[in-house]
């Protein structure tokens, strides 16, 4: 708390505010000079300066420092590397005496997680069918009570972007002197910091330049915009998030009405370029399923909710208590969604909806989902750490939750291919090796889960758009198994990346579909 207190009791508002003094000098300067020019140069720079090394340091090693345990910094702690050196110590020897056993042992186990994980995602789904998407019965706060809020605007190399992020941000229904808005670029992100001067954003919305410092994660630029922040609240927003404009005053009554254990708020997230191509109608029914469908229920069952990249609203001084974003997580909003269960506080959905662009392209999507699966990965054994922590806060249902949902996303995705090749092998193969490799029993558990596994899951990507009224996109839910092949495929790459670059960002490109595009244009003639 200290360094945010310190960095926001200054009475110069003006030290915040302003164009750079000089963009001229910017313009002229080598292609080597320019990034820490464009840096230098703006006011806000000045402001904190003074704090620099202590505001780098509890930015990015501040919960690593603070609460190892809680940090990804390392991806296997001591004491589960020293776990996994004595399972590959016992695992090996025996699967090399007997590989049969070891082999039977396996696929019983993976059928029975795999069907578990399934199973668990059925159970809520039927928890939440009678619940409707509608309007928030909260009465909303008149304009003296409520609160100010920051709004964190996370941008790297998305140019493109900032016209429609900045309208999405001016249509928000909220006073304009009660929004504390602050766009965090990179110090070496030249394109969209001339962008931003280009078209006066600079001047409408706070200016905050990162400083060019691994990790290169949009944590750790939040955790900068968390310090620096003035509002009781803070909220992130993506650089396609499109919010509806009542969203600000929904979540303020949310908390206004909510005992101090309410630590976040999370919107609705679904896909306004839905009708692209297959890829985005895909992502959108998932979309739909996981805002819509399963998260209220995990809700309901007062478990641990997994939260999404944007439009989630804190309390800002519970927020710095728990430690801000951890830099090194790149599945940061799914990790702090489990430390806020971990401390003894809890999520709640807000009914309100931010809409995004569907990735559109096929690379494109693997490189994003790969990143989520490589944190989902991180969180889950950052919090198995300490699993006692998360039976005593949320009861053995929450760590059951997390092993079948948060690790499930990951291990599900992993499964299904392993499954699919063992029923080829069973197709294609001599019969003599059948016999030995599958006894009849194990083969028939086996092709049970598959069909029951999939079959499942086909059935509640059909359903998961209907609460939305977009009944035409159950039919593409049929085509579930080949998005989940895409999915097992980002799976293995985020399973590489994680042993290999394990706090790597792979950046999303934005403003890609037609959908995009043409709202990009629409907001430079009518905004800019």
């Known amino acids: 708390m ?10 110069d508002e003006k030290a915040c505010e302003g164009k750079p003094a000089g963009p001229a000098s910017i313009r002229n300067a080598s292609p080597e000079q320019k990034p820490r020019l464009l840096a230098a140069e703006w006011p806000q720079q000045r402001f904190y300066s003074h704090f620099s090394d202590a505001l780098n340091e509890q ?19 001591r004491s589960q590397f020293l776990a996994a050196l004595f399972f590959a110590a016992f695992f090996i020897p ?21 069907l578990s994980a399934i199973a668990f995602r059925v159970w809520l789904l039927l928890l939440s069918t009678n619940e409707t998407i509608g309007g928030s019965s909260t009465e909303p706060l008149q304009g003296g009570d409520l609160p100010v809020i920051t709004i964190l605007l996370p941008l790297y190399k998305d140019a493109k972007a900032l016209p429609l992020l900045a309208q999405s941000i001016d249509l928000l229904d909220y006073p304009e002197e009660k929004k504390d808005v602050k766009l965090l ?22 200016l905050i330049v990162t400083p060019n410092i691994e990790p290169k994660t949009k944590p750790k630029a939040c955790n900068y915009g968390l310090y620096l922040a003035r509002g009781e609240l803070i909220v992130i927003y993506d650089a396609e998030d499109q919010p509806e404009p009542d969203q600000l005053l929904k979540a303020a009554a949310a908390f206004h009405n909510a005992d101090d254990k309410l630590a976040c708020v999370q919107a609705r997230l679904n896909y306004y370029n839905h009708d692209d191509n ?47 974003w951890d830099p090194f997580n790149v599945t940061e909003d799914a990790d702090l969604g489990l430390r806020i269960s971990k401390h003894g506080y809890r999520v709640e959905l807000l009914d309100s909806t931010t809409f995004e662009e569907a990735n559109c392209r096929t690379s494109n999507w693997i490189r994003q989902r790969s990143r989520w699966l490589k944190g989902y990965l991180q969180t889950w054994l950052v919090h198995m750490r300490s699993p006692g922590k998360i039976i005593k806060t949320t009861g053995l249902r929450g760590f059951l939750a997390v092993q079948l949902f948060v690790a499930g996303n990951v291990f599900s995705a992993l499964i299904n291919p392993v499954m699919w090749t063992l029923s080829l092998i069973w197709l294609f193969a001599s019969p003599e090796f059948i016999e030995t490799l599958f006894p009849a029993p194990l083969l028939y558990f086996n092709l049970a889960a598959l069909i029951i596994g999939n079959s499942f899951f086909i059935a509640i990507m059909v359903l998961a758009p209907i609460k939305r009224g977009r009944n035409e996109l ?3 839910g049929l085509s579930t198994p080949l998005y989940w092949l895409l999915t097992s495929v980002a799976a293995y790459k985020a399973i590489w990346q994680a042993i290999s670059r394990p706090h790597y960002w792979e950046k999303t490109d934005h403003v890609i579909s037609r959908a995009a595009q043409e709202r990009r244009r629409r907001a430079l003639a009518g905004h800019f």
């Open 2 to 11: 200290a360094i945010h207190d310190a960095l926001n009791a200054t009475d």
């Open 59 to 77: 930015c990015i090693t501040g919960l690593r420092d603070s609460n190892p345990e809680d940090s990804a910094f390392r991806l296997l702690s």
């Open 94 to 114: 025996v699967s090399v005496q007997w590989p049969l056993t070891v082999f039977m042992a396996l696929s019983i186990f993976t059928a029975i997680y795999f």
């Open 185 to 206: 670029l990179e110090e070496d992100d030249i394109e969209t910091l001339q962008e931003a001067v280009r078209l006066g954003i600079d001047r409408k919305f706070q």
């Open 278 to 324: 297959w890829l985005t109608r895909l992502f959108t029914l998932e979309y739909s399923l996981w805002f819509d469908w399963l998260l209220p229920s995990l809700q309901r069952m007062k478990v641990p909710i997994p939260l999404g990249g944007t439009s989630n609203f804190f309390r800002t001084n519970t927020l710095i208590k728990l430690g801000g």
């Open 474 to 476: 159950c039919i593409y």
